[in-house]
């Protein structure tokens, strides 16, 4: 066989190869970006049921006598500024998830107060009614901290699988991009302040 | 340009960093292997006598193989200064307590040192055992014996009610939450009626295709009902121990407290 005729063979060898491996490799981002895209439906799930539980206990705290206004209108405005932040679950990118994490955010600390101030009117701690909302709000904060680990943990696979050698080759052309991941919550490390 | 992306490389590197420094200070505690061979209840502690543990591993079992919702039982000595949630969550999702899929799994989870118990569930039973439901429970029944150190009756007391309260769930369809018997009725007369139709439909369908006779509808009815029990098989063996955890999923629901 001529020499030429072997570098031919070679090089075609090596394109089938890349043609192959593309293929595999695009299967496999289109399989760990469908992950990420149910992870963040489960996200979002429980950041709603958040928000779905925020008009009950808004009327429970407000059938209280005197309860401080302010720290209620924070948590109704906090919570109307969350729901209006959408997120596009087929992108995801870094910074539209910080906004998302930043108006979630601003609506834990707001929630965070109310349950502080909560604690000083007895009357309100021992209805019924109040203890169950408070550990329905405490299981969906939990609820939103695993999901949150949950979304992280899938989208580093995603995030390293498109950036690792061959499958950066492919990743930019056909539109895989880096997705953002939750960060922990700026103040979270501190404990809200309790003022007597 | 490139001096911007050194920087958030350095940014990044630096919050890793802090985030491994917190996960040393916070020293999450370590999760214990899987048992083996499978127990649902897992008293590390011999807190429980022997027959008080055989009597509840005996109960849960039997329930575990009739509905196939895993009830465990963890009790240690101390979280070591991990959070009980943490924790908890963590050996649950390491675990995989409940079946794949239907994450029917939950864990009562004791750190008697530190006078803590959390209840965690499994995604499936998020819809029966709510967290307000897992709360009174652990206000009204767990505390009130636990504090007296009445540990078996306290787990005794609330896995009964967790067992009624999740069989809604997946036996009875929601039927309400007593009548066991009731909901047993329905549900046959459900499953009866619809192998009755199944089988008019098998018929009519040989009907069409001409090639009617007494053959007809057999196979089918036998490949229905094989389907019937090797589904009813994966519910665990009905002899020997418990057959093992099945990849169960938690997502964080349940309540906890301590006495």
Redesign the interface.
């Known amino acids: 066989m001529k020499r030429s005729n072997i570098i031919l063979l070679v090089i075609g060898a090596v394109l089938l190869l890349l043609v192959f491996n593309g293929c595999g490799s695009y299967n496999s981002m289109v399989n760990k970006q469908e992950a990420t895209s149910s992870a963040w439906a489960?996200v979002e799930n429980?950041y709603q049921r958040r928000v779905d539980l925020i008009p009950n206990l808004v009327n429970t705290v407000k059938g209280v006598a005197n309860f401080e206004q302010k720290t209620l209108t924070d948590v109704i405005n906090a919570r109307a500024s969350a729901t209006q932040m959408k997120v596009d679950a087929s992108k995801l990118s870094p910074d539209q998830l910080q906004k998302f994490q930043a108006s979630q955010g601003e609506l834990s600390q707001a929630l965070g107060r109310l349950m502080v101030v909560a604690e000083q009117y007895p009357q309100l701690k021992a209805t019924q009614n109040f203890?169950?909302l408070q550990?329905?709000l405490?299981?969906?904060e939990?609820?939103?901290?695993?999901?949150r680990g949950k979304f992280n943990d899938v989208v580093k696979d995603y995030n390293s699988y498109i950036r690792k050698f061959p499958q950066i080759l492919y990743a930019g052309m056909f539109g895989f991009d880096k997705k953002g991941y939750f960060?922990?919550e700026k103040g979270a490390e501190k404990a809200p302040e309790v003022k007597f | 340009m490139r001096f911007l992306l050194e920087v958030n490389m350095i940014k990044r590197f630096l919050v890793l960093l802090v985030f491994s420094w917190v996960a040393i200070l916070l020293h999450a505690k370590e999760i214990p292997a899987k048992p083996n061979p499978p127990r649902l209840v897992n008293d590390f502690i011999n807190v429980l006598s022997a027959e008080e543990n055989a009597a509840l591993e005996s109960k849960l079992k039997a329930y575990s193989d009739s509905t196939s919702t895993q009830i465990a039982i963890v009790i240690e000595q101390s979280l070591e200064g991990d959070d009980d949630f943490d924790y908890s969550q963590r050996l649950a999702e390491t675990w995989q307590i409940g079946m794949a899929g239907k994450n029917n799994g939950l864990l009562i989870y004791i750190a008697i040192g530190d006078r803590k118990i959390r209840i965690q569930n499994g995604y499936g039973l998020e819809g029966s055992i709510t967290d307000a439901f897992s709360r009174r429970l652990i206000e009204e029944v767990i505390k009130p014996n636990f504090k007296q150190q009445a540990y078996y009756e306290g787990l005794e007391q609330a896995t009964t009610l967790i067992m009624k309260k999740a069989s809604g769930e997946f036996v009875n369809e929601d039927f309400g939450s007593e009548g066991d018997a009731e909901g047993g009725f329905i549900s046959t007369f459900i499953i009866l009626s619809f192998i009755i139709l199944m089988f008019i439909l098998a018929n009519r369908g040989r009907g069409k295709g001409g090639n009617g006779g007494l053959h007809g509808p057999t196979p089918f009815i036998g490949t229905f009902g094989s389907r019937g029990y090797s589904s009813g098989s994966d519910f665990g063996s009905s002899s020997g121990g418990f057959g093992g955890f099945g990849g169960g999923s938690f997502g964080g629901g349940g309540a906890g407290g301590s006495w």
């Open positions: 489960q429980v203890l169950e550990s329905q405490e299981g969906t939990n609820r939103i901290a695993v999901e960060e922990a």
